[in-house]
C-alpha cells in the first residue's frame, strides 16, 4: 500500500521559513515525478512547485518562485519543501503527491497525480 506522509507544517511569523518532508513508502518513486500542491480555505488545490525523478528539472508555481525550492532523496524516497520568506497568502494545506507513470509532460495538474498525502497546515501570520 503506498503511502505519503508530510511533516514539517506549522505556524510561522511573516518572513519566517519552514521545511516540509514527504515520506513515501510503498512504492520507489526515483522513476516519478513528485510534487507538493496546496489549498486554501475556499479555494481550488494550487500547484506549488514539481521535480522530476531524476531531481535534475523542477517546477515552481510564479507566486512562490524565488522563495521556495524542491528538492528529493530518492535512497530515502522522500521529497522536500524548503520555503522561505513566507508570507500570509501562503496559508494553506499543503500536500505531497506523486505520479504513478514516468515521463509525463504535465507536472502541474493534480489529475495528473495518483498519490496525495494527507496534507500538513502552514500558517503564516501577519
Known amino acids: 500500500q503506498v503511502q505519503l506522509v508530510e511533516s514539517g507544517g506549522g505556524l510561522v511569523q511573516t518572513g519566517g521559513s519552514l521545511r516540509l518532508s514527504c515520506a513515501a513508502s510503498?512504492?520507489?518513486?526515483?522513476?516519478?515525478?513528485m510534487g507538493w500542491f496546496r489549498q486554501a480555505p475556499g479555494k481550488e488545490r494550487e500547484f506549488v512547485s514539481a521535480?522530476?525523478?531524476?531531481?535534475?528539472?523542477?517546477y515552481y508555481a510564479d507566486s512562490v518562485k524565488g522563495r521556495f525550492t524542491i528538492s528529493r532523496d530518492n535512497a530515502k524516497n522522500t521529497v522536500y519543501l524548503q520555503m522561505n520568506s513566507l508570507k500570509p497568502e501562503d496559508t494553506a494545506v499543503y500536500y505531497c503527491?506523486?505520479?504513478?507513470?514516468?515521463?509525463?509532460?504535465?507536472?502541474?495538474?493534480?489529475?495528473?497525480?495518483?498519490?496525495w498525502g494527507q496534507g500538513t497546515q502552514v500558517t503564516v501570520s501577519s
Open positions: 503527491t506523486a505520479q504513478s507513470k514516468p515521463f509525463r509532460a504535465i507536472y502541474s495538474d493534480p489529475v495528473e497525480y495518483a498519490y
Open positions: 510503498g512504492r520507489t518513486f526515483s522513476s516519478f515525478t
Open positions: 521535480i522530476r525523478g531524476r531531481g535534475d528539472s523542477a
